[in-house]
């Protein structure tokens, strides 16, 4: 049985769900502390962290999704949720994304497991007697899921939350090319554009020819109009990749949830506008330990419910509640 989610009724339909906080939501300032993680291969990752500085605090690493942050509403809104019932946080910024372009011309993707993997193990040498936990947001969701299933027994989590995943690559980028999602597709064409012609110039400012040459071997990106365009183009020849059709056969974490181990939580709106109906999985595909919860409504890490002087945040109220059931002693293998 999943717990109840009524839906704010001033916001009808997916899309207002999906877009009220990124417009209407004051936000929040909290006082965290950034960390550098330098990478095996020469790059960074930035990560932010709040809440209790304790050794023995359970600890919560967060994932952004698709040209996010850690200064995204959901980001700042669960760490700080998760403060109010003493546990601190992490959130992790994708590379590139912490407001400085990142040395290498890769970047990050849906699939990127292999950055989760290296901070996780740097998390468990930073906090060694913490429980560490994870929740993922959109592309966050679908990198934990993947990196879960490869991992099993070795994750080094206790247990995850992964809200509104994009389960099928290939199918969530037919998806948002329809109706109103078209203004998302716009929207993320624009970021990710910006994003790579960021790091051209920076790459050019500071003579990096090479790194420079890598970019500018992608050819013209001025008329991408859709994520297959952006993922043929320059997801896979940058992450070696033979082309979309292989990024997203071999990124999707649909494939990877019969292999997952660890207590797993998957929060999904029946009505997200970027992911069909049908790319949701299987409850015959769930490993035993992972519950999945499915409401009609919510659109794409939405969930707003409450009244219109006092909204209400239900994924800042129901994933610090599931996660604090999963590190009872007496919790069963899926709370």
Not at 15 to 44: C, I, K, M, V, Y
Not at 47 to 59: I, K, N, Q, R, T
Not at 160 to 179: E, K
Not at 227 to 233: A, C, E, P, R, V
């Amino acid at each position: 049985m999943n717990p109840t989610f009524k839906p704010a009724w001033w916001l009808p339909g997916a899309h207002l769900q999906t877009l009220w906080a990124s417009f209407l939501r004051a936000p929040l300032q909290l006082a965290r502390n950034r960390e550098r993680l330098w990478l095996a291969d020469g790059d960074f990752i930035d990560l932010d962290w709040f809440g209790p500085h304790a050794a023995e605090a359970p600890l919560v690493l967060l994932l952004h999704g698709l040209t996010g942050s850690s200064n995204s509403h959901y980001i700042l809104g669960q760490q700080q949720a998760l403060a109010a019932q003493g546990w601190a946080s992490v959130a992790l910024n994708w590379r590139g994304c912490s407001g400085e372009p990142n040395l290498l011309p890769r970047g990050y993707h849906s699939g990127v497991s292999e950055d989760l993997a290296a901070v996780i193990q740097h998390l468990q040498a930073a906090r060694p007697m913490a429980p560490l936990y994870a929740v993922g947001y959109s592309l966050g969701g679908n990198v934990l899921l993947k990196y879960l299933g490869e991992t099993g027994d070795a994750s080094g989590l206790r247990a995850a939350v992964a809200v509104s995943v994009p389960f099928r690559l290939d199918h969530c980028a037919d998806r948002i090319g329809l109706g109103f999602s078209r203004v998302y597709q716009a929207h993320f064409m624009r970021e990710l554009s910006a994003y790579v012609q960021s790091k051209k110039q920076r790459f050019r400012n500071n003579g990096q020819q090479p790194q420079l040459a890598a970019l500018e071997q992608l050819g013209p990106l001025n008329k991408m109009r859709t994520f297959w365009d952006f993922d043929g183009l320059v997801t896979a020849p940058l992450h070696g990749y033979a082309d979309a059709d292989d990024y997203y056969r071999r990124a999707s974490s649909r494939y990877f949830l019969p292999a997952i181990k660890v207590p797993t939580l998957l929060i999904q709106a029946a009505d997200d506008p970027f992911v069909f109906r049908h790319s949701l999985p299987e409850l015959s595909e769930l490993a035993a330990g992972t519950q999945l919860e499915l409401h009609p409504h919510g659109g794409h890490v939405g969930f707003i419910d409450g009244s219109l002087a006092n909204p209400g945040l239900y994924l800042e109220r129901r994933i610090p509640q599931w996660l604090s059931k999963a590190a009872s002693p007496s919790s069963s293998s899926s709370p």
